[in-house]
């Protein structure tokens, strides 16, 4: 778990991934000889700071989102949100501007967020929660763990892994734009039919702690009924907890995949959280290690 | 008029079309040696659940969607809307789960959908509103005739049609998505200039029954005004009766026309009904007629 | 000026922009032999109104939506907004149908828009504000300064641009789709890495008038942090005046470059505006005289 304490101390507010992009980069770098299978990786200028990995003849695909949501200065003492962040007063922010490090606390609400920092913030600086990891027995307990997990999930798929494609997006938190061009990348140099999307979903009334990584029949969006039968009837047998999310409202990395012009099954895969998009995200370890094995899992029969 | 009444009693809830899909190749397959000219047939699952037919040198392309509004199944006895379906509490609805067939009736309003089937019912069950067709000499009511009509509409130009493409699409009901790839593998195949769709609008203050198919200047989206002049001026002395609509709602497939990397230009030409996305829409069988008439007209002089 | 006052009193609303375009194409001949480098001119049914110049070996584009904000007629005296206008009780209005010339007032409000022309007007009839420019020492006024002073821009930078796309959109106030098929043809024809958006924000607490052309941060959407950073430190030492904009709401032709399946990175530079798609929208020349000047040194250097 070094690997997830690291990138959960790490800042990515969407917009300004690059940092974590160059340390994944590192990491990839140090460990691609251990792995089963050496990728051919794709990233730089080309690819904005999105960084691809492409193992043997990939079928399948799996987005793990690089950025996290935040708040951005405007003018003043003003914030505004970047993606959906919970607006809570007290809340504390961290960020850097021209002038260095700023530390302060959330004012407000959703009509209007500010910040308490006794100097003026340069406007257009990002700022992200305060990182205070937690972990017990049953729970993992942070800001970011959406998406800093799906990150550590598809980081350990890759150290198996014979066959496919293992993408770190940027921008899901804050509208999108980067998939567009990873998918147009992806079918030009070795396409697929199906994409896994490893993020981070929601605790609700039919989706508990404890009970295995979510699969989601839908959220906002609604995947290809045939593809989410697939995947259920791959995983009969598989010994690996997991339980059917169906929601209304939400989206993914997936809804890009769906709105593509490519024909591309998506379904998103991912272990449930409380306390979602504030500092106090927290997700049970048995579903995240559910979500460890589903992928590798998957990935081999897809 | 059997191949209408056979479609408006079969399933498909956008994201399941995949059974109403098979039944039109299976017609395509019986009828298309009676047709005017043997079009190449493109499906299977490169193309997911839609159907593409390329008749001769293609100018313009016709879509009809073959997905429906509906209901999906949630937890407990709770249900949620896929598409915009109207929400009457009585409304009757049938489905399939892993137990059996399930008819049930719709409980609640717009905040809290239910059902009153006696047992549970899988999660992400797909439920429709059970049909009922009542014709008349005026009318024709029934669940989606939106866009059973559109697809019925479409089958018939099939019979004469000597170019153009005539494409069945998926998803349109609920967020889109089949569009897009349809749309490249147009382009890239035997590429259009122009995008006719074939779907059904609203009675409204401006367009009423019996006063023809409806030809819309817009609906949330505006199409090009050189356009839609140039199939009005087409019209004139075509003896099919039409009416123009034009409204500040609403979109159809046209909208993923507009939005595509393509210089297409694209019109709505259908029916309008009363009592949309219940199971009681309504269309008089002169606009239908009317509807019927106006696509082999257009698909032979645009 | 005398082009900014040409293009000022032509109508162009969106979806009808093909007047607007033949005249900018009769313009682009009359003086494409007087600027420094003779471009390749892209118009015509392929683009539909648009038109794409191409300087050299681009390595940046900037783009200029011709298209305005308006009304369209629906039925009775009806009237619905085409883009976002303000809806101000009075406001002159004036466009054209089968009858001939029109002049009317706006009556009523966002709720329920009518026009009081005594008679009746062909439903789908486009009207848009009556013009009204007025210039003092200080400020410029009028209608549609919102992109009329894009494109002027734009047109001015094509006098000293030696490598460039300078590209005139369409459809930009009203949902957009001509982007990506502009974007399409750009990549296909000479790709770019950057697009520069030449179009009018807004005054607002942290953007005044005479502080200089406005670089915008983020509006609803946020471009990518390097690529501001990169803007900004290019314009240090330039001598052009500045303001940067930090907003949570606000598009632009930027949205979808944004969402293109192209790595492409993007800024919003443009003079502020007071009264925002009202009649009287209004601009101080010293920011203007900034636009016109950030546009040629950005585009040597980019």
Chains 1, 2, 3 share one sequence.
Not at 20 to 40: A, G, T
Not at 56 to 85: C, E, K, W
Not at 221 to 233: A, E, H, N, Q, T
Not at 259 to 273: H, L, N, R
Request: aromatic letters at 12%; one cysteine or more; a negative charge.
């Amino acid at each position: 778990m070094k690997f997830l304490f690291e990138i959960l101390k790490r800042f990515s507010v969407s917009g300004d991934e690059s940092a974590m992009s160059d340390f994944l980069l590192q990491y990839i770098d140090q460990r691609k000889n251990y792995w089963n299978v050496l990728p051919e990786i794709y990233f730089g200028e080309n690819f904005h700071d999105c960084i691809l990995l492409k193992f043997g003849q990939p079928r399948t695909a799996v987005f793990a989102h690089m950025d996290t949501i935040g708040f951005m200065s405007r003018y003043n003492n003003q914030l505004i949100s970047v993606g959906g962040p919970e607006i809570i007063e007290g809340t504390k922010l961290v960020g850097k501007d021209s002038l260095g490090e700023i530390f302060c606390n959330l004012k407000g609400d959703e009509n209007e967020i500010s910040h308490d920092f006794p100097r003026g913030i340069d406007p257009g600086t990002r700022l992200s929660f305060a990182q205070n990891v937690r972990i017990d027995e049953e729970f993992i307990q942070a800001a970011y763990l959406d998406n800093r997990l799906g990150m550590y999930v598809a980081m350990n798929l890759c150290e198996n892994i014979t066959d496919g494609w293992v993408v770190f997006s940027t921008y899901e938190e804050h509208g999108g734009g980067s998939m567009p061009f990873l998918l147009k990348f992806i079918q030009q140099t070795a396409p697929i039919k199906q994409a896994l999307i490893a993020d981070i979903t929601w605790i609700t009334e039919g989706v508990q702690f404890h009970n295995g990584v979510v699969i989601s029949i839908r959220d906002k969006f609604v995947p290809r009924k045939k593809f989410i039968d697939r995947i259920l009837s791959l995983l009969e047998g598989s010994g690996i907890p997991f339980q059917l999310e169906v929601e209304e409202y939400g989206g993914s990395d997936g809804r890009e995949v769906q709105m593509s012009p490519y024909a591309i099954d998506w379904c998103f895969i991912g272990a449930a959280e409380e306390n979602v998009h504030t500092p106090d995200e927290k997700v049970s370890l048995v579903d995240l290690e559910a979500m460890l094995d589903i992928y590798p899992y998957l990935m081999e029969r897809l």
